[in-house]
């Protein structure tokens, strides 16, 4: 079943398969002064629930999740920024959950995680009850950023938020990395694949990878030319 989460297989057309008697549901929860989406992703069958990048604030998340009777088996950081990870070491604490983060960020996560960790490698799968989660490298934000894809959603962190792309890293090549996640790793996700960016920046706080098709400027570009100007333009 995880075979159809391939970014590879998605060159072939294949798609997601759904699973009606136990869908994946997603709680979104918008926390800081960033306004960060912190989600938890949760099988509802398996009593079990992935974080995707929790921010400082750990308790509203950890109450939600036993509200929804869910156990957090598995953090997810889309990257290493502080916004993102800086309830990491509480979180571990309370759950034991393992932790995931890119191995390209690895470095930039140590600087103040200093807790276990598994550094994971480009199309990593994990389990969620009867369903595969994915983890798609996606860098240009950072250079380990990472989507998490499962069950016709997306969760891309900084890298593509509603209606912007978020800043490039700075090291030189960055733009050159966000281009080729723009270029390549989304055009395998289908038209209907809903997304949740890390922030609530945008218009609405979810949208869909044929939205952003759409109406996203930096994903009008057909080049790197095009992309780069469009970006400091
Ligand atoms: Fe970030």
Redesign the pocket.
């Known amino acids: 079943m995880s075979d159809e989460l391939s970014p590879s297989d998605r060159a072939h057309g294949s798609s997601f398969v759904a699973h009606p008697s136990d869908p994946l549901f997603v709680e979104q929860l918008r926390l800081g002064p960033l306004w960060n989406f912190v989600y938890l992703v949760g099988s509802r069958a398996a009593g079990e629930a992935i974080v995707i990048d929790p921010g400082a604030e750990v308790e509203p998340v950890l109450e939600r999740a036993a509200a929804l009777g869910l156990r957090a088996v598995a953090v997810v950081a889309?990257?290493?920024?502080t916004?993102?990870t800086a309830g990491l070491e509480a979180l571990v604490r309370r759950t034991g959950a393992e932790v995931l983060i890119h191995h390209e960020d690895e470095a930039g996560l140590r600087r103040h995680y200093g807790g276990p960790l598994r550094a994971v490698a480009d199309e990593e799968r994990l389990r969620l009850g009867d369903h595969a989660v994915a983890l798609w490298h996606a860098p240009g934000?950072?250079p380990g950023?990472q989507w998490v894809v499962a069950d016709g959603a997306v969760f891309t962190?900084?890298a593509l938020m509603v209606g912007c792309v978020?800043?490039t890293g700075s090291e030189p090549e960055a733009a050159e990395r966000m281009w080729w996640t723009m270029s390549d790793r989304l055009p395998r996700l289908p038209a209907a694949t809903l997304l949740y960016p890390?922030?609530d920046y945008g218009p609405e706080p979810v949208s869909t990878v044929e939205r952003e098709r759409e109406r996203n400027p930096a994903l009008r570009a057909g080049s790197l030319q095009e992309f780069c100007a469009l970006l400091t333009g």
């Not at 889309?78 to 920024?81: L, N, Q």
Request: net charge negative; charged share 20%.
């Open positions: 889309t990257h290493f920024h916004d993102h934000h950072t950023s962190g900084d978020g800043r890390g922030h």
